[in-house]
């Protein structure tokens, strides 16, 4: 297999073949050399080259299988704003699709900048996203990178950003179903905003790790040993409680630590549908559910195409456990969303598009009364 000539560039081929074998190596290379030559002498306020956030992004991106155009734009995405490279130089070098991803993330870059309200950055969000939803993906991996590097900002500013990703691009990514990055956008958020209860809630868990650890793989033995004895091919695990879900239930539920904690959840990936359903027999032969608990999101998806089966059973003790049971497509789904659809081999479906865009429009409605815009903007994507 070719290697780059770059050692920096391995990490992200690395992450690219994770998810493909024929990776464009040379294309890669030219977009990165491009964006270096073009970034050179500019610093990140940590110090580091700046070329080192083109690629961080980029890295980002490829984790998420994200395919070749995607990963160049976002090498590229910073270089028309900040440098003398120009949109025509792009577009002649990297061609449209590429050049427009690029363009898509420079206008929104000056539509957020200015101090609008959430609902007004919103709309032009949804504007932008228009052109390409590659751009609000890139958009995205481009913030996550700059939560995780905040700390060299100074401490106002890093609030100031914290509130916005909380407010703005968590739910983003919830509405796009990236479910990966929405978590991880509210746990750095949640830690720069509320860093004592943060740390308090970090040591709690800690503490109790263990104990709630070994409840969980009592569990876990007995549901697989019930597969097995069923012919059921499954992988399950522990599903990870994050930090800032804890604290929102707290906060808007006003329960307690360790009944949120110590509540386990379990998640059972199979390969069919049927399967999901055979799984919810053996589990609910096994364990009594609780009423009111069973939800059927593969029959009813989301509106952000989220698809399991959720049912809470009273476990070994009585205590109550967390079950979702989906397939290993549908898991991609929920942690990927709508970036699963720009996966390698997976062609532009314009059905998605508009699905993802219909999805957008009606939260849009939600947040803000602005209905007519939204459905001529709604029947114009259709058009195309
Ligand atoms: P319900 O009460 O069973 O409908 O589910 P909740 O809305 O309380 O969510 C429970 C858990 O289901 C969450 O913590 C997630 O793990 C999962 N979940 C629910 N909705 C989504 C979604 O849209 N995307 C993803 N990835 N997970 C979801």
Redesign the pocket.
């Known amino acids: 297999q070719k290697t780059s000539g770059n050692a920096a560039l391995d990490p992200l081929f690395a992450a690219m073949r994770q998810h493909h074998q024929k990776v464009d190596t040379g294309l890669i290379e030219r977009a990165y050399r491009t964006a270096e030559h073009f970034h050179d002498g500019q610093m990140r306020k940590s110090g580091d080259a700046y070329i080192t956030h083109p690629l961080a992004v980029a890295t980002i991106l490829a984790s998420l299988g994200l395919n070749e155009p995607t990963i160049c734009a976002a090498l590229l995405h910073d270089t028309v704003e900040d440098t003398g490279y120009t949109l025509a130089q792009l577009t002649n070098d990297f061609g449209d699709e590429i050049a427009t991803m690029v363009d898509g993330v420079t206008k929104l870059d000056k539509m957020v900048y200015g101090e609008s309200a959430k609902a007004e950055t919103i709309r032009k969000m949804v504007i932008a996203m228009s052109r390409d939803i590659r751009v609000l993906i890139i958009k995205l991996a481009d913030r996550l990178h700059n939560m995780r590097t905040i700390s060299s900002l100074r401490p106002d500013k890093q609030i100031r950003i914290a509130k916005d990703t909380l407010e703005i691009y968590a739910p983003l990514a919830?509405r796009l179903?990236m479910?990966a990055i929405k978590w991880e956008l509210e746990d750095l958020s949640f830690s720069v905003i509320e860093p004592k209860i943060y740390s308090e809630i970090v040591k709690l868990v800690a503490e109790r790790a263990p104990l709630r650890d070994q409840y969980l793989s009592t569990v876990i033995e007995q549901v697989k040993q019930d597969l097995a004895d069923n012919k059921i091919k499954a992988t399950v695990y522990g599903?990870p409680k994050h930090y800032y879900?804890i604290y929102q239930k707290m906060m808007v539920r006003g329960r307690d630590f360790y009944d949120i904690y110590d509540l386990v959840?379990l998640r059972v990936l199979v390969d069919t549908k049927r399967e999901c359903y055979d799984v919810l027999g053996v589990l609910h032969a096994r364990w009594r559910p609780l009423p009111g608990?069973f939800?059927d999101y593969i029959a009813m998806p989301?509106f952000?195409l989220?698809q399991?089966l959720?049912t809470t059973v009273l476990g070994p003790g009585g205590k109550p456990v967390e079950l979702?049971i989906r397939t290993n497509e549908m898991h991609k789904q929920?942690?990927y969303g709508v970036a699963a659809h720009w996966r390698y081999k997976e062609g532009k479906s314009a059905g998605d598009e508009i699905n993802w865009v219909h999805s957008i429009s009606e939260w849009q409605k939600e947040t803000e009364d602005s209905g007519e815009f939204l459905d001529t903007f709604t029947e114009e994507i259709a058009k195309n």
Do not use: F, M, T, V
Request: proline share 0%.
């Open positions: 919830h179903g479910n599903r879900s959840g608990r939800k989301k952000n989220y399991s959720h979702q929920a942690e």
